[in-house]
């Protein structure tokens, strides 16, 4: 059974800094290729991209995030990092981390996403 679990969110001023932390767990993160991702969501919107990155190291950003936010994983502890920096006001929402199963032996049923449960950024000005 994989679980995601993300940690690291909080309160913080504009042009502050934070550190999101996602993990997870269970024998398929490290027998299939899977990609990472980050994607945020605000009450009353749809949940919205920001950062991806695959299992070869490659990586993609939503625009409004480039230069300012820096995607990383540690395969080795089946971890991925969002380093944030310059917050504005807009960054404000709950972040979520998804992991993407793409390929891998028969056996492992690499194949399917899950989703963490959230830890929540708030940005003020």
């Known amino acids: 059974q994989v679980q995601v679990v993300e940690s690291g969110g909080g309160s913080v001023q504009a042009g502050g800094s934070l550190r999101l932390s996602c993990v997870a767990s269970g024998n398929r993160v490290s027998a299939c290729r899977n990609d990472m991702s980050w994607y945020r969501q605000v009450p009353g919107k749809e949940r919205e991209f920001v950062s991806v990155?695959?299992?070869?190291?490659?990586?993609r950003y939503t625009e409004s995030v480039k230069g300012r936010f820096t995607i990383s994983r540690d395969n080795a502890k089946k971890m991925v990092y969002l380093q944030m920096d310059s917050l504005k006001p807009e960054d404000t929402g709950m972040y979520y981390c998804?992991?993407?199963?793409?390929?891998?032996?028969?056996?492992?049923?690499?194949?399917?996403?899950?989703w963490g449960q959230g830890t929540q950024v708030t940005v003020s000005s």
């Open positions: 998804k992991v993407d199963f793409r390929d891998g032996p028969w056996y492992a049923s690499c194949s399917g996403e899950r």
């Open positions: 990155i695959e299992s070869d190291g490659s990586t």
